[in-house]
């Protein structure tokens, strides 16, 4: 494992050192790390913050009692990556017993698809 970059976080680092004789510690690496401007690639704190200006938008459901099944859906798309290209899913699910009513699996990302899946769970 070759560090590139400063791609690496402490304790990466800390064991490719000690690969190559160094005897350093956490403390150290952490040090020589700030020191020379090196850090892990990875998502930094708060990256979910939202912006200056950034509408907020209420949440429908908040204070809403789910009570029994067939009160609320929720529907949900991903996709899985194939040898060549996508495959996207969308499922529908009830919010209450969390059990999946209907999934539609399609090899374009249309709305057709997603309405299909809908129509399914009724």
């Not at 990466?12 to 020191?35: C, E, I, K, P, Y």
């Not at 200056?52 to 949900?76: F, S």
Request: charged letters at 25%; aromatic letters at 10%.
């Amino acid at each position: 494992m070759e560090p590139d970059h400063g791609a690496l976080s402490v304790r990466r680092m800390r064991w490719f050192l000690r690969s190559q004789g160094w005897a350093v510690g956490h403390d150290r690496v952490r040090r020589l790390l700030r020191t020379t401007g090196l850090e892990a690639v990875g998502p930094k704190p708060r990256t979910s913050a939202p912006g200056a200006g950034h509408k907020i938008y209420p949440y429908p459901l908040r204070g809403l009692r789910i009570e029994g099944p067939d009160h609320v859906w929720a529907t949900d798309n991903t996709y899985a990556p194939m040898q060549r290209g996508l495959a996207y899913l969308t499922a529908v699910r009830d919010w209450f017993s969390r059990y999946v009513l209907a999934w539609r699996l399609s090899l374009t990302l249309e709305a057709a698809f997603c309405l299909e899946a809908l129509a399914a769970a009724r």
